[in-house]
């Protein structure tokens, strides 16, 4: 079955903003847990979302995988630190997407994220069978 790519997109800008927000200034009303760790919870959410967004057809497990295996090279990317990829981070959307450096809180929190987008995904998948 194909996912709706109409509800992927609105997904994917919803979770983003959302992210975005927990990374901001006004992030100071939520409680301090969800400050440190929201927003690459769902920056690996919004990963899964464009990717099933990129293949609608692809199966949940699959989908998990290629999160897991894209997000923790970023991840460990981190520990690279030559100039060129510096500068790349140092942009905007380089630092939002690229991050800063390695954590190993970060794997935990993308785990969480993808995991919450696989099982939402099979759920609905299984649904509408």
């Known amino acids: 079955m194909r996912r709706s790519r109409t509800r992927l ?40 979302l464009l990717l099933a967004f990129v293949s609608p057809g692809a199966g949940a497990k699959e989908l998990m995988f290629l999160s897991l295996i894209i997000s923790f090279a970023v991840e460990f990317s981190q520990l690279y630190q030559a100039d060129w990829i510096n500068s790349v981070r140092n942009t905007g959307p380089g630092g939002l997407i ?32």
């Not at 975005?20 to 990963?47: C, E, I």
């Not at 800063?100 to 069978?129: E, M, P, T």
Request: proline content about 1%; overall charge positive; aromatic content about 22%.
């Open 9 to 48: 997109f609105f997904l994917f800008i919803l979770v983003v903003a959302a992210g975005l927000f927990s990374r901001s200034g006004y992030a100071s009303v939520l409680p301090q847990f969800v400050q440190n760790y929201a927003g690459d919870t769902l920056w690996a959410l919004a990963l899964y």
């Open 98 to 129: 690229l991050g800063f450096g390695f954590k190993w809180s970060d794997l935990l929190c993308y785990f969480a994220g993808i995991f919450i987008g696989f099982v939402i995904d099979s759920q609905r998948r299984n649904l509408r069978r």
